[in-house]
């Protein structure tokens, strides 16, 4: 039995919309009241909805699990995700459930995809975004984020992963193994960037050295790599990861690298914080389409343009909301 209150170790924080009633999470789950964390519940003890409604009515909307107990929680709540989302009272609530899910398990796996199993954590969070963003366009823009920060690249995966599997979605004849695939693919895309020290990762790349820009335009086949070594070996996941950023002269870029590339540049465009302001969703796409020297298929950008316009809601500080008055501003002054 873990010790309660063990004052120097480290948590992560959940939802507490991630517990399923009657539901056993394999971790310790610890509540923070009085400034200390206090054992909840063990590993193998269930909550029930009374006690999950007890703590609703308490405002205790996080609990607390040992950081070395992460990869429990991971399974646990990649396995009941679809039960959380399908008892989330509202598209909000889904799409941050979905949102919450997905960053803590990139969070853990990204950078740290050693065997089949990790991978395979990476694969069930892109099957719950195929079954459930694909088919619930509205819960896209309460998904996706824009990239700033510490947690930039685990953003971007989430974002490009969202933006992909909608997008595929609408491209008729792809299986849903093949849609799980191409989410998947998006979720690791930037792996081989995941080991490089922030420091480098984040300078501006005017003041990268040579040797430096080649280490980083090596990062699709190092990533494919650490992939294949892992034991990876599904193939639309290895050629997004090594095509993402385009294929030799003469070779035709597949479908679903096309994809993901796709939705890996409207990502970065839409989020670049490193000259200051993004881009407006609808700058973005102009440059894409008009700039990009044929680069991208107008039919493809077409299509991405619907599945953006097709969507009901939008969330305030999603990349692919109408510019706020605060965004305008800051667009106007870094012009
Ligand atoms: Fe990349
Ligand atoms: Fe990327």
Redesign the pocket.
């Known amino acids: 039995m873990p010790e309660e209150g063990a004052e120097h170790a480290e948590y992560i924080s959940i939802p507490r919309e991630f517990i399923s009633p009657d539901s056993v999470t394999g971790a310790h789950l610890y509540v923070h009241v009085g400034g200390r964390y206090v054992l909840y519940r063990s590993g193998h003890e269930p909550i029930d909805a009374e006690a999950l409604a007890k703590l609703k009515s308490r405002s205790i909307n996080s609990l607390y699990v040992l950081a070395e107990q992460r990869n429990q929680l991971e399974e646990y709540v990649v396995k009941h995700l679809r039960s959380v989302i399908a008892s989330a009272t509202d598209s909000a609530q889904a799409s941050r459930v979905i949102r919450d899910a997905t960053r803590a398990v990139l969070r853990s796996t990204l950078g740290n995809i050693d065997t089949i199993d990790d991978f395979e954590r990476l694969r069930g969070v892109s099957d719950v975004l195929t079954d459930k963003i694909a088919n619930s366009q509205s819960l896209l823009s309460g998904v996706v984020r824009f990239a700033e920060g510490d947690e930039r ?1 685990l953003t ?2 989430a974002n ?1 992963a969202a933006y992909s599997v909608v997008l595929a979605s609408r491209i008729p004849g792809l299986s849903s193994d093949e849609l799980s695939s191409i989410g998947v693919g998006a979720l690791v ?2 792996t081989g ?1 995941s080991t490089v020290d922030p420091e480098l990762l984040y300078k501006p790349d005017e003041e990268r050295t040579d040797l430096e820009r080649y280490f980083l335009g090596r990062h699709p086949g190092r990533g494919a790599a650490q992939l294949e070594q892992a034991g990876v070996d599904d193939p639309i996941v290895l050629d997004i990861v090594r095509h ?2 385009g294929v030799a002269d003469g070779e035709q870029l597949s479908l679903p690298a096309q994809v993901v590339q796709l939705a ?1 540049v409207f ?2 465009l839409t989020s670049q914080s490193r000259q200051g302001a993004p881009n407006g969703p609808f700058a973005a796409l102009y440059d894409m389409r008009h700039r990009a020297n044929g680069r991208f298929s107008p039919e493809l950008i077409r299509e991405f343009v619907l599945t953006l316009g097709s969507m009901t809601e939008v969330v305030a500080d999603s990349p692919v909301a109408p510019l706020s008055r605060r965004r305008v501003r800051a667009n106007a002054s870094a012009a």
Do not use: E, I, Q, Y
Request: cysteine-free; proline content about 0%; aromatic content about 0%.
């Open positions: 690249l971007h995966a490009v895309h930037d960037l993402h950023h890996d990502d970065s």
